[in-house]
């Protein structure tokens, strides 16, 4: 470790410096709070993120009672309050191929005293329609618990979209569980159903107990599942219903909760859009839930190892390549940046997820901070470099430190605008705790990048949908100030932030030249479905580093997934 800062920090420091009057990554805190605890952010529209909690006292109001969802307006940097009926308590959720986002499982137990039966949020399934108006006004979540939900009960489960623009649902666990998975959902559904709605048995989920909560997930351009949970790994195949065992993550390295490190799937780029999955963060251990969590300290340092991997057979065979992020993180989060980097943010050098038990008998992780399970937040975030030679792919140089720590249950997301949105953060048990070190975080960040602060090309115009597979010619404009020696296009799903990981996160880059004169640009879409599940997505234009806003798009025909027999 030592001797790989000592080699490369002087290489870091002399090419990616920028000088003294070059704009530099920054930190900007928000006026407005977010009002409810941004544990799940996902962007619906142009300008709006929805932010989930769970049900408890955050302050921002509705109908007389605490708001838990919430529509943050990117354009005014406030925030308006979201009727939700169930617990969204450690949820998960995704965009559908038709634009509705569906968000899925929760918490067993109803707080709300206007829903105390129907309020579990356990088999939940709410739908949140595209919404038109730039505000978020008169944009509701739809539910109806009686008619609308998960076939099992699931807390803590992962969702993607897969090549039919429809959802697989993985995991979980069926009743409130303090730190391991002790009562396991270890099944696959699919929204809509898939299979009549019987669930499908996962012989990886279950040996990957008793850590394998939020199961990472990634959606393969063959159409086929990526899945990481605990230390292991697997491809499953949904048409043949079989999964390929893949090699474990080396030196005893876990990712997921509650041992959270985090993953995500690098750029896909043609022609052969070969699948890298990158895991950071987490512990080096192993999980036993006769001695543990009582054998484990909030100040137990995490680990910086993470690990590459393609995800195919071929890759398989070659396994894991190990490298290491600037510094130890439990719980962070990786976020795709328009020009094929990756952004790791948020979480804590120490300890692990969960809140801590702090009623007799304590069965809980040592030494909580407050409800804390984790300390000694991690404030600089770091850029990862997917196509750096090993071992100088990460830099956290340049980059700003937040005030803010962020924790259990922060969240982040790419904008349509091109920056970052950062909130969330909040391992206690209720939110009018004040004097906690780490209290319920109501703060909002944005992080932008350098291209925020110089002239940006723009994308003119684009259809409102593109077609798999084909070419087209859209007006640009380029500053006279780039030399344009770099052109990058990519089609990113900004995925859903929860629980330390970005579920559906997608950057396809495309096949794309500008005209002699600058002024168009003719790009050709992804092949197939399963290159870019069929659904909405965000177009950036990248010239020589400098990215454009973002240009929302729907791929593909902007149908309703298939019901399946
Ligand atoms: C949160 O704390 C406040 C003040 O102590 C209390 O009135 C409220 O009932 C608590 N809420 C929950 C959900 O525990
Ligand atoms: C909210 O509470 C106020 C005062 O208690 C009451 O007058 C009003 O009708 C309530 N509104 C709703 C929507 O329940
Ligand atoms: C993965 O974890 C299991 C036990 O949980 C352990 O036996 C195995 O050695 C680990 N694999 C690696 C490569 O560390
Ligand atoms: C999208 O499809 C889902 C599932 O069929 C449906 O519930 C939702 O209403 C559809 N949304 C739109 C905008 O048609």
């Not at 969590?293 to 100040?299: E, I, K, N, W």
């Not at 319920?440 to 925020?452: C, I, K, S």
Request: hydrophobic letters at 40%.
């Amino acid at each position: 470790m030592l001797v790989r800062v000592l080699i490369f920090l002087p290489l870091v420091l002399v090419a990616g410096a920028p000088g003294p009057t070059e704009p530099r990554w920054r930190f900007d805190l928000k006026e407005t709070p977010s009002g409810v605890v941004a544990m799940q952010m996902v962007v619906v529209s142009p300008t709006l993120v929805l932010l989930l909690d769970r049900q408890q006292d955050d302050p921002l109001q509705i109908n007389n009672h605490s708001a838990w969802g919430a529509l943050w307006d990117l354009s005014t940097s406030t925030v308006r309050p979201l009727d939700v009926i169930t617990n969204t308590f450690c949820a998960s959720g995704a965009l559908l191929s038709n634009g509705s986002m569906v968000s899925l499982g929760g918490d067993p137990n109803s707080f709300d005293t206007n829903h105390p039966i129907n309020g579990a949020g356990l088999m939940g399934l709410r739908i949140f329609e595209p919404c038109a108006s730039p505000s978020g006004r008169g944009c509701t979540l739809f539910e109806n618990p009686s008619t609308h939900h998960l076939v099992e009960s699931r807390w803590y489960p992962s969702s993607i979209r897969i090549f039919d623009g429809s959802l697989m649902i993985a995991g979980g666990t069926s009743v409130p569980t303090w730190f391991y998975n002790t009562d396991p959902v270890n099944t696959f559904e699919f929204f809509p159903p898939k299979d009549k709605g019987v669930p499908r048995f996962s012989p990886f989920l279950q040996r990957t107990l008793p850590a394998n909560l939020f199961p990472r997930m990634f959606a393969l351009p063959d159409g086929r599942i990526f899945m990481v949970a605990n230390n292991q790994s697997m491809i499953y195949d949904i048409e043949t219903d079989t999964e390929v065992i893949g090699p474990d993550i080396p030196n005893n390295v876990r990712v997921t909760n509650p041992i959270d490190g985090t993953a995500i799937l690098l750029p896909l780029s043609p022609p052969d859009y070969i699948p890298e999955v990158l895991v950071c963060g987490g512990h080096a251990m192993t999980p036993d839930p006769v001695s543990q969590p009582a054998s484990l300290s909030s100040q137990d340092e995490a680990t910086s190892q993470c690990s590459r991997i393609i995800a195919t057979e071929e890759g398989f065979k070659r396994g894991w390549q190990v490298e290491f992020a600037p510094e130890p993180r439990a719980m962070p989060e990786m976020v795709l940046v328009p020009n094929g980097d990756v952004l790791l943010i948020n979480g804590a050098r120490t300890g692990f997820t969960a809140i801590a038990v702090t009623v007799e008998p304590k069965q809980g992780v040592r030494d909580p901070v407050g409800n804390s399970n984790s300390d000694h937040a991690v404030l600089t975030p770091a850029i990862y470099s997917p196509d750096a030679p090993l071992g100088s792919r990460f830099c956290n140089e340049h980059m700003p430190s937040s005030i803010v720590p962020r924790v259990y249950h922060s969240s982040v997301t790419l904008t349509p605008q091109g920056n970052f949105l950062v909130a969330g953060s909040n391992p206690n048990l209720n939110g009018t705790v004040t004097d906690a070190k780490f209290n319920a975080e109501l703060r909002v960040e944005t992080l932008d990048p350098p291209y925020m602060f110089v002239e940006r090309p723009i994308i003119q115009r684009l259809p409102r949908k593109l077609a798999f597979d084909t070419t087209n010619t859209i007006p640009v404009s380029i500053p006279a100030s780039l030399k344009a020696r770099k052109i990058q296009l990519a089609l990113m799903d900004l995925g859903f932030s929860t629980h330390a990981f970005h579920s559906s996160a997608r950057l396809v880059f495309m096949d794309a030249k500008i005209s002699k004169d600058r002024r168009s640009l003719t790009f050709t879409t992804p092949p197939n479905g399963r290159v870019y599940p069929p659904g909405p997505a965000f177009v950036y234009l990248t010239i020589d580093d400098v990215t454009s806003e973002g240009v929302q798009v729907m791929m593909g025909s902007g149908r309703a997934p298939p019901i399946a027999e």
